[in-house]
């Protein structure tokens, strides 16, 4: 009764985004549907008004959102590379092997399909191999931007030459910042500017 219960919300949250204009694959939905049977979490856990990533949306531009999207698929690549894992007989490697599809890893015979342990694996395998490909078709480039974020938590922050090469930098990278925060502030004045011509026209 409680899988059917988070089947059938599942299925409605799926309906909300056919309704939004873009349709989920009906073999994503399967698998979706298939995996909550398998790990069948209470649904006074799954609907606790507490959701992993939130609903709302970021405020901010598009490209904004697009990276903050891009993150959030980052994580779904470590996650279902995680429950893979965790699955009883060891799984192949995945996490960190971007550039090749999860379906291409060799799955020991009688993993893929046959049995609960085989479905699970197979199901997260096509799950990841979808986000790695919308990673790598539509996110390319925001990826790249991830990357050299990234690469920022890795600066030695406790090393003195580290902070003295940082003090020399500073004058070049707040300069940077200001110009680019000034070219954001001159947009939004064209965009307001803009918009009561227009407004003032139809009037």
């Known amino acids: 009764m409680k899988v059917a219960r988070a089947v059938v919300c599942l299925s409605l949250w799926l309906a909300v985004y056919r309704v939004s204009g873009f349709h989920i694959p009906l073999k994503m939905n399967k ?3 298939n995996l909550l049977q398998h790990y069948n ?3 006074h856990q799954m609907f606790n008004g507490k959701p992993v990533f939130s609903k709302e949306r970021l405020p901010g531009s598009l490209e904004v959102q697009r990276v903050f999207m891009a993150g959030v698929l980052e994580t779904y690549d470590n996650l279902f590379s995680k429950m893979l894992r965790q699955l009883p007989t060891p799984s192949p490697q995945t996490a960190g092997n ?15 399909g046959s049995g609960p342990g ?6 997260l395998v096509e799950l990841l191999d979808m986000i ?9 480039d925001v990826e790249k931007l991830l990357e ?12 003195t030459v580290v902070q003295s090469k940082a003090l020399w930098e500073l004058t070049r990278v707040y300069t ?3 110009t680019l925060s000034e070219k954001q502030m001159q947009r939004k004045r064209r965009r307001r500017q803009a918009r009561g011509s227009k407004a003032h026209q139809r009037a």
Not at 132 to 140: E, F, M, P, T, V
């Open 31 to 33: 698998t979706i549907q």
């Open 176 to 178: 940077e910042a200001s």
């Open 132 to 140: 790695r490909n919308l990673r790598k078709y539509s996110y390319q």
């Open 118 to 123: 085989g479905d699970v694996r197979k199901g």
């Open 41 to 43: 979490v209470p649904p």
């Open 148 to 159: 050299g974020l990234h690469s920022l938590r890795h600066i030695q922050l406790d090393n």
């Open 98 to 112: 971007e550039d090749r599809p999860a379906s291409d890893v060799n799955v020991p015979q009688g993993l893929a």
